[in-house]
């Protein structure tokens, strides 16, 4: 049986667990998005593994990920509408960008605009927050740009830096945020897709949907709402 909804594609090198973390919200009614296609640039990531045992089909492509007309032409021929970098560890090609643009959605670990940039990924970006002494880390989706980490931001979830946090420790619970925050996002995207009859037509090249929420305003933690259904309600 054909399910309607969102195309997603998704690009991982890791373990995948925010792929699962999409894989599992697709799969709940009114989800309004399915994953159609998993790429990755490594043939051991366990996103590859997930993928599979989801019944989604999977791509590995070159190591380097630089080819951009074999990316292109696999996101196209899945016909995807979205495109989400859930740990995925290459530089996207910027034909590839431009191909998608307005249309390709990245997950961070840290509340951009600071601790990103080229370089700040995985256990780097958590060393980097706990050596500023910042009180508050947390995820942020923003769109894929031709610069690094700066493109628009569409969410962001604060979560406490605790006393006597090391990297791990801080990692593991941004992650849990993260796999909140991720599928959040793309049902929002997918909403405002069903809300505005559009397609992939109408996205290329035109500004993203305009999603049912903003960032929470960061503020101490006591400010912080109760819970992320209440703050997404
Ligand atoms: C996540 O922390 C994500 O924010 C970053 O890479 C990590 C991927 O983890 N971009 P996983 O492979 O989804 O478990």
Request: proline share 8%; charged share 20%.
């Amino acid at each position: 049986m054909t399910v309607a909804g969102l195309r997603v594609a998704v690009l991982a090198s890791g373990s995948g667990s925010n792929l699962q973390a999409l894989l599992d919200a697709a799969r709940e009614p009114e989800a309004g998005f399915r994953i159609v296609l998993v790429i990755s640039n490594r043939p051991d990531a366990g996103a590859l593994a997930r993928a599979g045992r989801a019944g989604v089909p999977t791509t590995i492509i070159g190591s380097d990920g630089r080819d951009a007309g074999e990316l292109v032409a696999l996101l196209q021929g899945a016909r995807a509408e979205l495109v989400v970098l859930a740990g995925y560890l290459k530089l996207v090609p910027p034909e590839v960008v431009a191909a998608f643009a307005g249309r390709m959605l990245n997950i961070h670990p840290a509340l951009l605009p600071a601790f990103g940039g080229p370089g700040m990924h995985g256990r780097r970006v958590h060393e980097a927050v706990l050596a500023s002494g910042a009180r508050l880390s947390g995820p942020t989706v923003h769109l894929v740009d031709a610069r690094y980490d700066q493109g628009r931001i569409l969410a962001q979830w604060p979560v406490p830096v605790a006393p006597g946090d090391d990297p791990d420790a801080l990692a593991a619970r941004v992650l849990e945020a993260e796999h909140r925050l991720l599928p959040a996002v793309v049902r929002a995207w997918a909403r405002a897709r069903t809300h505005r009859g559009t397609d992939a037509q109408t996205h290329r090249g035109g500004a993203p949907p305009t999603l049912g929420f903003s960032a929470p305003a960061l503020g101490p933690c006591a400010a912080l709402p109760a819970s992320f259904d209440e703050a997404f309600a």
